[in-house]
């Protein structure tokens, strides 16, 4: 299993990225996916998530009305769509993902579920934002 983020970069502040999270083996809608986030010297933290076959999704109050999580069933990928960015958003932004039915992640608490019990995770890609 091999989960693959994309789509970060730089970007000034206000702009917007769309990131992808394709996990290998795995169909997108079979799986609860979670996005987090780690800035220098701060602790990961979730950001979004979105459960397995289900339509539950979550947002970090920090995010909210700004940020979209979806799948798409034909390309078998998800995003995070980042919108309105801030230098406070510069981190870099990990995808993880799991496929137990048995397990009822999205939304946790905390956030979006436990990081302990999301069982793939991405190498991460690095957003950065500009002022």
């Known amino acids: 299993v091999q989960v693959v983020e994309s789509g970060g970069g730089l970007v000034q502040a206000g702009g917007s990225l769309r990131l992808s999270c394709t996990a290998s083996?795995?169909?997108?809608?079979?799986?609860?996916i979670g996005w987090f986030r780690q800035a220098p010297g701060k602790e990961r933290e979730g950001v979004s998530c979105?459960?397995?076959?289900?339509?539950?999704?979550y947002y970090a109050d920090s995010v909210k009305g700004r940020f979209i999580i979806s799948r798409d069933k034909a390309q078998n990928t998800a995003y995070l769509q980042l919108n309105s960015l801030t230098p406070e958003d510069t981190a870099i932004y990990y995808c993880?993902?799991?496929?137990?039915?048995?397990?009822?992640?999205?939304?946790?608490?905390?956030?979006?579920?436990?990081?302990?019990?999301?069982?793939?995770w991405g190498q991460g890609t690095q957003v950065s934002v500009s002022s």
């Open positions: 993880a993902v799991d496929p137990d039915p048995l397990l009822i992640l999205c939304p946790g608490p905390p956030g979006p579920g436990k990081r302990e019990l999301y069982y793939y």
């Open positions: 083996g795995f169909t997108i809608d079979d799986i609860s």
């Open positions: 979105v459960r397995r076959r289900h339509d539950s999704t």
